[in-house]
């Protein structure tokens, strides 16, 4: 929240930059606004169906162990004891703590699909400059060209100057979310345990048949990971975009050939055009596979520690439940 307010602070004069940017150079780009408005709606279909399935897996954990019929006490004590095994129940802050969780789900949501979309719409301005350098190909337009697609890098740069704490966020909670989901999964099967199992008085829900926590695991780890990869690929066509003029470029034919062209070929070649998390990172292709390195390295790292024996103290004090909701961990 305090990063988008920093965005929002510094929002005003992108938009008038990117306002000059458009006059001198119109995107004629028509299928922009429906890829964002289509990413959009799937996004937080897929987003509330998942905050659905955690809660049904809440409510059935919490009346799993209990013949006692649920409440609304109960509920909001078991989903969110980071609260209220500090502070006593009331009405009024459980449902403030409820709303503070939605907000936290859209807020993480809504994060991934900002980056989305000023990733279509800064990859369909370098688009843009690409479609005008094939139909020149051949012709004396490269003075033109190349300072259209220095607005268009000068664009990319002043986007990501104000966007790039998103991106990073974004990436962060991502693999965060992914490596945690990814070890409750593969740690306690698909099911998962309860710290109930044993006891006589245990009640079945008629919901999913008892299988409420694994529909919002498998749903939850397949929506994290599709929705990392969708992120990871759309924002590195940035990148994509930036490389495309090169291969045209190399092609010029001598006759045709000038300074304004090499000077186009040098920006090119020599500036790295791509958006950044706070520039510790640059978003390409090639950082899909780092990211999916590191969540392998570290799910081998954690199973080597549950093996050893002050690792199985150490898991085995941490309820389940407490991993399974990742607001909570978040919070």
């Not at 974004?170 to 593969?186: G, K, P, R, Y």
């Not at 099967?189 to 009640?203: A, L, P, S, T």
């Not at 092609?251 to 000077?263: A, F, K, L, M």
């Not at 570290?298 to 309820?319: A, C």
Request: glycine content about 4%.
């Amino acid at each position: 929240m305090v990063v988008f307010f920093r965005i929002a602070i510094s929002w005003p004069d992108l938009v008038h930059h990117i306002e000059k940017v458009e006059q001198l150079d119109p995107n004629y780009d028509m299928t922009l606004k429906f890829k964002c408005n289509f990413t959009c709606a799937v996004v937080f279909i897929l987003a509330s169906v998942e905050h659905i399935l955690s809660l049904l897996s809440a409510i059935a954990a919490s009346t799993a162990c209990d013949t006692e019929d649920l409440t609304y006490e109960r509920f909001v004590k078991y989903f969110y004891p980071w609260v209220f095994n500090f502070l006593p129940y009331s009405l009024i802050l459980g449902a403030m703590t409820q709303f503070v969780h939605f907000q936290s789900t859209f807020i993480w949501n809504f994060s991934d699909l900002f980056v989305i979309c000023m990733s279509y719409y800064l990859t369909s301005r370098l688009q843009n400059v690409n479609n005008k350098l094939l139909f020149a190909q051949g012709k004396v337009f490269w003075k033109t060209i190349r300072e259209d697609y220095g607005r268009a890098v000068q664009l990319v740069r002043r986007v990501d100057d104000v966007i790039n704490g998103i991106t990073f966020i974004s990436f962060a909670n991502n693999l965060f979310f992914i490596c945690l989901q990814l070890f409750n999964t593969l740690e306690d099967g698909v099911k998962g345990n309860n710290e109930c199992n044993n006891n006589i008085n245990k009640r079945s829900t008629n919901i999913f048949g008892g299988y409420e926590a694994a529909a919002y695991f498998v749903f939850s780890l397949i929506y994290l990971i599709s929705r990392s990869v969708a992120v990871s690929l759309i924002a590195s066509q940035v990148n994509t975009a930036s490389n495309a003029p090169a291969p045209v470029l190399y092609d010029v034919p001598s006759p045709v050939y000038c300074v304004e062209v090499q000077r186009f070929l040098d920006q090119v070649n020599g500036d790295k055009v791509a958006l950044s998390g706070l520039e510790f990172f640059s978003v390409t292709r090639g950082l899909l596979l780092t990211v999916a390195g590191t969540i392998v390295t570290y799910e081998l790292v954690m199973f080597q520690f549950k093996d050893t024996p002050s690792g199985e103290n150490i898991t085995s004090t941490v309820p389940t439940t407490m991993l399974a909701n990742k607001t909570d961990v978040a919070f």
